[in-house]
């Protein structure tokens, strides 16, 4: 907090029993410490450059190209294929064969060989053969409705209906984005020292950021090559509002138990920053106005968020009188006192529903970049710390008395209460979530199932010697060795847990996605079930050639355009 004087209350961070239950993550919302957010900083703040290499697509817009981002150490490519695709194949489920869009982020400037490999290897997505000068390999499907409608309009020299374009917000949405060592693409390790690379899933983000820009070329390629004279160009407003879309499933979900280190990482840089901006006496210069902007910005934001969802339309109908009324009490003479910021969150915290809380974080933090960004360098993490054997039964028992308390308040013995289990598809390998079947057997089932596990360590360890060392237990009792573990990493590590069932019958999936996914940036949850959702990621943000701009980062809450032909 250097410059900005130190606080004289010291407001502490909101403790992992209120921040790590399953329904407040699931009522998350990016923040300007979100992966996309910090990337667009970085790559403003660096001058990175873009170029169209490759545009080799016929009048449809099938063929292949190459769109490279140059950092200030080194180029990255993005190599994308584009095929027609059968209506009966296009689906957004992971079982597809065949897509509309396949692509790779490249580490590097491919050659004419690798682009023939990857023409062969890329299509097929899991099924194909990579290497480790692959970073990520993706797919997508279009919005056919909203392609096409954009198609039509350009053509025929109008710019396309705002309420359509808002309704969908994306061109095209991404299915999967694989990075991380799947398929033979590198390793994590061989990309984590680099600093542009260096946070959570810098790549993975580029890469969707480069599809996006080419989204928009396509759909221009295409209305000229069907207009011809007649064609006109996309507002540059527009392509500023269109992101690009993807549908998450269950996939991501058993990703946040196994990185605890990484997700406490993640929390704790959010709840830090919370507690900064919470513990300023006085408003640093300009953030007020910023705010009380922002809210009206987002009032119109959450205005345009429409679903299907009944649940989360409820929740949205909820956020709108919040957000409302936290516009009327910021407008007045409320900011004036000592620690207006905490104020705020304490009206927040006494009187509106999660949503709004959540959003009334994200809102504190976005007038104060000058004070936060610097965490968003700590959204990455190396392995958690090992197993300590020389810990005591004693010792362990109290960790899980300090940590752990919601585990143990759980009757296990309820049907209701392991009445569903994790488990890996066969065709796919893919995490699923079923109701528990004794014909399945315990060999299938994902150790995600933390409480349980906690539950029947407790147990044992009421029948051991207190005094005992760890070692010594686990040399009688091996399969605890994953619990203890876990137990001591998340000693240390505080936000590392989920706070919640996970095998519960009325455990919400959707709520583990949405958390991990605002993390990323993600915006416009459009859940389709309580398993799986569709999103907008990047969704106002800059155009490459807005990058050196006064204000890259006021894309936040991105609203509609009222654009007249």
């Avoid at 509309?100 to 053969?129: H, M, W, Y």
């Avoid at 529903?353 to 504190?364: A, C, F, I, P, R």
């Avoid at 596990?453 to 760890?470: F, I, N, P």
Wanted: glycine residues 6%.
């Amino acid at each position: 907090m250097t410059g900005f004087g130190a606080p004289s209350s010291d407001v502490g961070l909101r403790p992992p029993a209120d921040v790590m239950r399953l329904a407040r993550m699931g009522s998350s919302f990016q923040t300007r410490l979100s992966f996309m957010r910090s990337l667009i900083r970085r790559m403003g703040r660096e001058n990175w450059r873009f170029e169209r290499q490759r545009f080799d697509v016929d009048e449809d817009g099938y063929g292949v190209s190459v769109y490279v981002t140059h950092t200030p150490e080194r180029s990255y490519s993005l190599v994308i294929f584009t095929n027609e695709l059968d209506s009966d194949k296009r689906t957004d489920r992971v079982i597809a064969e065949a897509w509309d869009a396949t692509f790779n982020l490249f580490d590097g400037i491919p050659d004419d060989g690798d682009i023939e490999r990857l023409s062969v290897n890329t299509p097929k997505q899991e099924a194909g053969r990579f290497l480790p000068s692959e970073l990520v390999l993706a797919r997508a499907n279009k919005s056919l409705r909203l392609f096409e409608h954009i198609v039509s309009c350009l053509a025929d020299g109008k710019q396309p209906d705002m309420d359509l374009v808002s309704g969908v917000g994306y061109l095209m949405r991404t299915t999967a984005v694989y990075g991380s060592g799947k398929f033979g693409c590198a390793d994590r390790a061989r990309i984590a020292e680099r600093p542009e690379t260096r946070g959570a899933f810098q790549v993975e983000m580029l890469a969707v950021y480069l599809f996006r820009w080419f989204t928009i070329d396509l759909v221009e390629h295409v209305a000229r090559a069907r207009g011809k004279n007649r064609a006109v160009a996309l507002n540059d407003e527009i392509k500023r509002y269109l992101g690009i879309g993807n549908a998450t499933g269950l996939g991501m979900a058993p990703f946040l138990i196994k990185h605890p280190v990484l997700i406490h990482n993640w929390v704790n840089a959010r709840e830090t920053a919370l507690a900064r901006v919470r513990s300023l006496k006085q408003p640093i210069s300009g953030s007020v106005d910023t705010f009380r902007k922002t809210v009206k910005t987002a009032i119109r934001h959450i205005d345009e968020w429409q679903v299907d969802d009944v649940i989360q339309g409820k929740r949205i109908a909820e956020l709108q009188k919040d957000v409302a009324d936290l516009s009327e009490w910021a407008s007045g003479e409320n900011l004036d006192q000592d620690f207006p910021w905490e104020a705020i969150f304490q009206h927040a915290l006494s009187r509106y529903s999660l949503e709004g809380q959540e959003l009334t974080v994200s809102l504190l933090l976005e007038p104060h970049g000058a004070l936060v960004d610097d965490l968003a360098d700590d959204l990455c993490a190396d392995d958690g710390p090992g197993l300590d054997p020389a810990m005591t039964i004693g010792q362990v028992r109290d960790l899980i008395d300090a940590h752990y308390r919601w585990a143990l308040d759980i009757d296990f013995d309820a049907p209701s209460a392991h009445q569903n289990f994790w488990y890996y598809s066969e065709d796919k390998l893919e995490p699923r979530l079923s109701a528990r079947n004794p014909e399945y057997g315990p060999e299938m089932e994902m150790p995600l199932a933390i409480g349980r596990d906690v539950s029947e360590l407790s147990q044992a360890l009421e029948q051991s010697d207190k005094t005992q060392s760890v070692g010594r237990f686990l040399l009688r009792h091996p399969k605890f060795r994953h619990i203890i573990r876990r137990i001591q990493t998340v000693a240390r590590h505080p936000y590392a847990e989920i706070n919640d069932n996970l095998i519960d019958a009325g455990v919400r999936p959707i709520d583990m996605l949405r958390f991990k996914l605002a993390f990323f940036g993600a915006s416009k949850f459009d859940p389709k079930s309580d398993r799986w959702t569709r999103i907008c990621m990047y969704q106002g943000a800059p155009m490459p050639g807005e990058l050196a701009g006064a204000d890259i980062d006021a894309w936040a809450f991105p609203v509609k355009l009222v654009i007249s032909q």
